[in-house]
């Protein structure tokens, strides 16, 4: 079983509804946990972080954090064409330098 | 501020051949990385350094080198390039360990 594992995709979503990313974790006192957001072509970049259970909100992400059950997802609310790009899940899974990460998931919203 | 400059974007090389992939940061950042990333395998950690003056094998070292040069500048060598080292490679940064990274534009290698 992989460390962090997340579904492949393609997710494919219409404009203006809610898209639902979801990524699950081997747990080894995993302490923080992050959301990147990769286009086709470029550099992942940093969209959310968190580390307490619960929800995160930043405008329209939103990141729910469940240490028991080993996930953390990432929601957008109202998705745009421009959110299509890969997102990928990392985990600090008790390392002090390392983060391990997902696969990504291929998410595509449809105009 | 620029973050996290790779240089070169671009590289074709020939099998046996070597080369360098330099990366320099301007945030004052501790700790710095370099991935490989295939296709369907996500990020793969080569070497990481925790600070200046230390470097540690990550996931995926063998055919590699890395140099610390200094607190902004992390190295990468490929000593005798194979086709199997065909990939993009990141050069990264946190503050302080396994924290928010922030990342290099990228180096697309090809090895024929």
């Known amino acids: 079983q992989k460390e962090v594992e997340q579904n492949s995709g393609p997710l494919s979503v219409p404009e203006g509804a809610i898209a639902s990313l979801n990524c699950t974790y081997s747990?080894?006192?995993?302490?923080?946990f992050f959301w990147y957001r990769q286009y086709s072509g470029k550099s992942p970049e940093l969209i959310m972080s968190?580390?307490s259970n619960g929800d995160k909100e930043d405008g329209r992400f939103t990141a729910q954090l469940n240490k028991a059950s080993q996930y953390v997802s990432l929601l957008i609310r109202d998705s745009q064409p421009s959110d299509s790009a890969t997102y990928l899940c990392?985990?600090?899974?008790?390392?002090?330098?390392?983060?391990?990460w997902g696969a990504g998931t291929k998410l595509i919203i449809k105009p | 501020n620029a973050g996290v400059t790779q240089t070169p974007k671009f590289q074709v090389l020939k099998t046996g051949q070597s080369m360098t992939l330099q990366c320099a940061q301007d945030m004052n950042h501790n700790s710095m990385y370099w991935y490989r990333q295939d296709p369907g395998m996500g990020l793969r950690l080569i070497y990481y350094s925790a600070s200046e003056g230390t470097t540690d094998k990550g996931e995926v070292p063998n055919g590699y080198n890395v140099s610390r040069l200094n607190k902004r500048e992390f190295s990468l060598r490929l000593e005798s390039a194979a086709p199997s080292q065909t990939s993009v490679y990141f050069c990264?940064?946190?503050?302080?360990?396994?924290?928010?990274?922030?990342f290099g534009q990228g180096t697309r290698l090809t090895v024929v």
């Open positions: 968190i580390y």
């Open positions: 990264a940064s946190s503050e302080f360990g396994a924290d928010v990274t922030f």
């Open positions: 990392a985990v600090n899974l008790g390392s002090n330098y390392q983060l391990i």
């Open positions: 747990d080894r006192g995993s302490q923080s």
